[in-house]
């Protein structure tokens, strides 16, 4: 059977309907044939309704800070509206969706995250954040045999029930690695990973990411993005992308910033 593309939708592609909509029709041709595991976020949705609560978001390298009434509005966002939009976006489009959290036949199976070192050396006490502990491959082998399109909100469950806050990415980049995919596409609203001039980098090694983040070029959610695409490579998923999925046609043929395990050369861009 044929190994399965992680497709990673940031929630700056799923802000309104009219968003959703554009974002299921770059997903037309990608759908068509191919087995799909899709994750997504929500971030500006949540950040919305935290205000709304007069609870101030908070973010440590584009990983975010989750007490109590933060999780309550991950929660509900995530699985409630995001994820339902999308999944009645896709089925209207012809794609046969089902939505999936991670509490869902342990497929966010995590662990409370440790203290989290962040880039500037610091260490800090994420909360309610989950690091994905366990592998998601049975259920989600399961839906995509039978020809269904997991659709999975990242969110997680520890062995004792407990829901945590996961990073869309980070979940990404796990299910990648455990479902042994062929492609792991991260879209956002961005071309891909930029230099520091702005430009577009075509091309990032492993080592190359560990410089950007380290030199400070790559930060905020950028640094979990990347991280994520270094976990599914390290995995051995052969075909890592960054790339841009607000109004593309087609975001399986967007080209973004491809990540490999290594090669010489292209550590200029740090410099």
């Known amino acids: 059977m044929r190994a399965p593309i992680v497709l990673k939708l940031g929630g700056e592609l799923l802000e309104d309907a009219d968003a959703v909509r554009a974002t299921v029709a770059g997903m037309r041709t990608l759908a068509r044939g191919a087995r799909i595991v899709i994750v997504h976020g929500g971030g500006r949705a949540i950040d919305a309704e935290l205000r709304t609560r007069g609870i101030a978001p908070r973010f440590i390298d584009g990983l975010r800070v989750t007490d109590a009434p933060t999780l309550d509005v991950v929660v509900s966002v995530l699985a409630g509206r995001n994820n339902t939009t999308l999944v009645a976006a896709l089925n209207a489009a012809g794609v ?4 999936v959290t991670g509490a869902d036949a342990g497929v966010g199976l995590s662990s409370q995250a440790p203290l989290f070192t962040a880039a500037s050396g610091a260490e800090v ?45 980070t979940l990404a980049g796990h299910l990648a690695a455990t ?49 994520a ?10 075909d890592v992308a960054i790339v841009n999925g607000r109004g593309a046609t087609d975001v399986g043929a967007a080209q973004g910033t491809r990540i490999v395990a290594g090669r010489v050369g292209a550590v200029s861009v740090v410099q």
């Open 96 to 99: 046969r969706a089902v939505g």
């Open 125 to 169: 006490d994420l909360g309610l954040v989950g690091q994905p502990a366990g592998s998601a491959a049975p259920f989600l082998v399961d839906l995509l045999a039978l020809g269904y399109v997991p659709v999975v909100a990242s969110i997680g469950m520890t062995s004792t029930g407990e829901l945590l806050n996961v990073n869309a990415d």
């Open 179 to 227: 479902l042994r995919a062929e492609r792991l596409i991260v879209a956002g609203g961005t071309d891909g990973v930029l230099d520091r001039s702005g430009s577009l980098i075509d091309e990032l090694t492993l080592e190359t990411v560990d410089a950007m983040i380290a030199s400070g070029i790559a930060h905020s959610g950028m640094v979990a993005k990347l991280a």
């Open 229 to 238: 695409c270094r976990a599914a490579i390290l995995a051995g998923v052969a």
